[in-house]
């Protein structure tokens, strides 16, 4: 049986807070910020690209389903999916649902800033009863000898603050995708996540892209007055905002409710196309009530009809979602989900390995179909299947 591991988005933000600032490996090929110049907490010039010139490739280039491995802080999971689709003709989206603890997007679009037609970032999402949103601006576009290479900055702060990068070397279907953080200027800018993967599945965006007329050069969010001042973030000990970032605080994880508090522009209930998917799990007389829950959504079923783990390895490479349910929890909302047709499955995972291997209980295939800006329920009652 094919094992393999799935990150918890816990470790996957881009902090707000603190993260580890051990050196990672440079996989996309941008250069580390220079020591000398910004110094820690300082903000540096943002000047956009202009995609008219050249860098409104990169959203082609970005949509897909990308399987890979991701390297957080110090730690390697050899197994990570982005499903990437346009949701307009200017924006494309990717979400990573980590569980009930939080969930993770990064997504792209046309914009309007400083003057320039450009390329915005926004990444973000929930975290222990902590909404997040940060805009990231393209400021750097190069053709390298190994690729075509992207850089975002953090909108207000620059690079000082936070960025990512993003290389897609020539003649292949292969990303290299890092981000930096700083803690919101505490210190210079770590590189905190490091994926590498290859584009899989294409039909998945190629069916959103037909269905919008994407990629087009068109605004969708407008930031041609910048951002309200009054609304972003200010870090204690500032007089005002050094990042381009929104945030609210919750004793739950209610995105819908936090996303309003924050004062965020551009908010979940503004995306078209996204719904979402509630799942039901009943867990039977053989999963104990704190046994750990691995809740899959893929392209292509991973049991058979008698509720058996497939013997196809491929069938895994098509997972889409992949978050846990820790102990005492039996129901999850998957938010920001792309219409499609979508395989459930619920693993009571025994070994708490956090993958399907033997031992483990499941259930027989079942399918779930969602609309645009669909939303659809769907229970898991007969997990009795041990593999």
């Known amino acids: 049986m094919k094992r393999f591991l799935l990150i918890s988005a816990v470790g996957l933000i881009l902090c707000v807070g603190s993260c580890a600032t051990e050196d990672l490996r440079n996989i996309a090929g941008g250069g580390a910020v220079d020591p000398t110049n910004p110094q820690p907490g300082e903000v540096t010039e943002v000047i956009p690209v202009d995609i008219n010139t050249d860098g ?32 307009s003709s200017s924006h494309t989206f990717g979400i990573h649902e980590g569980g009930s603890a939080g969930n993770l997007f990064t997504s792209f679009f046309v914009t309007n800033y400083k003057g320039k037609r450009t390329i915005m970032a926004r990444n973000g999402g929930v975290l222990n009863g902590i ?24 909108a207000i702060g620059g690079d000082g603050i936070m960025y990512m990068e993003l290389r897609f070397p020539t003649g292949t279907d292969s990303l290299y995708f890092n981000s930096y953080t ?3 200027g505490d210190r210079l800018p770590n590189r905190h996540m490091t994926f590498k993967g290859k584009k899989m599945h ?3 965006a190629q ?27 200010v870090k204690e000990g500032l007089t005002e905002a050094n990042s381009a970032t929104f945030l609210a605080l919750q004793n739950t994880n209610d995105v819908f409710t ?33 046994q750990l829950l691995l809740v899959y959504l893929s392209r292509d079923p991973i049991t058979d009809e008698n509720g058996y783990f497939v013997q196809d390895f491929e069938a895994y490479d098509t997972l ?23 395989y459930v499955t619920v693993v009571a995972d025994m070994d708490n390995d956090f993958g399907p291997s033997e031992g483990d209980i499941t259930h ?13 329920q769907i229970t898991i009652n007969n997990i009795n299947v041990q593999n």
């Open 56 to 87: 409104f490739d990169f959203l082609e280039k970005m949509q897909g389903h990308w399987v890979g491995d991701n390297l957080v802080i110090a730690t390697e999971y050899p197994w990570f999916a982005w499903d990437y689709r346009a949701i």
């Open 131 to 154: 909404y997040r949103t940060s805009y990231f601006v393209m400021d750097k576009v190069e053709d390298r000898n190994d690729g075509k290479y992207y850089r975002l900055v953090d």
């Open 182 to 184: 700083s803690n919101l």
């Open 202 to 204: 294409g039909e998945l």
């Open 207 to 233: 069916l959103a892209a037909t269905e919008t007329g994407f990629p087009q050069n068109t605004v969708e969010i407008d930031f041609a007055n910048g951002f309200n001042q009054s609304y972003l973030y």
């Open 258 to 290: 936090l996303a309003q508090e924050s004062g965020d522009p551009y908010t979940i209930t503004d995306h078209p196309r996204l719904g979402y998917l509630q799942v039901d799990v009943e867990r039977g007389n053989l999963v104990p009530a704190n």
């Open 320 to 342: 889409l979602h992949f978050p846990t349910l820790s102990e005492g929890e039996n129901q999850f909302l998957f938010t920001y989900m792309h219409p499609g047709t979508y």
């Open 364 to 376: 027989s295939r079942q399918m779930v179909v969602l609309d645009a800006l669909g939303q659809q």
